[in-house]
């Protein structure tokens, strides 16, 4: 069983930074991918940025140039770097590790920008 444990989460006003972390039970290499996605009340679960095992890394349009994916293999952790917060950027915010055909989640971390 894999566990993933969000954590970073908070309120912050908008223009700033939080960094989120997603410790993972094993070693992070096993995994195909890891993502982070978000929720926001109402609205439907959004995939925001992804890590490959060999480290590519890819987001979605809206999060370009402010958020970045990172990873400490030492200590199996994953982590999502987020400058220039928005209001919209708020939700509930989840770590996914993939190891095809399967998917982990963590039980997420949420986030709030004020504006």
């Known amino acids: 069983q894999v566990q993933l444990v969000e954590s970073g989460g908070g309120l912050v006003q908008a223009g700033g930074s939080l960094r989120l972390s997603c410790a993972a039970s094993?070693?992070?290499?096993?995994?195909?991918?890891m993502d982070w996605y978000r929720q926001a009340p109402g609205k439907q679960r959004e995939w925001v940025a992804g890590?490959?095992?060999?480290?590519?890394?890819s987001y979605t349009d809206s999060v370009k140039g402010r958020f970045t994916i990172s990873r400490d293999s030492a200590k199996n952790t994953v982590f999502l770097h987020m400058d220039s917060l928005k209001p919209e950027d708020s939700a509930d915010y989840h770590c996914?590790?993939?190891?095809?055909?399967?998917?982990?989640w963590g039980q997420g971390t949420q986030v709030t920008v004020s504006s």
């Open positions: 094993r070693s992070i290499f096993s995994f195909n991918t």
């Open positions: 890590m490959s095992s060999i480290g590519l890394t």
């Open positions: 996914a590790a993939t190891q095809i055909p399967h998917t982990y």
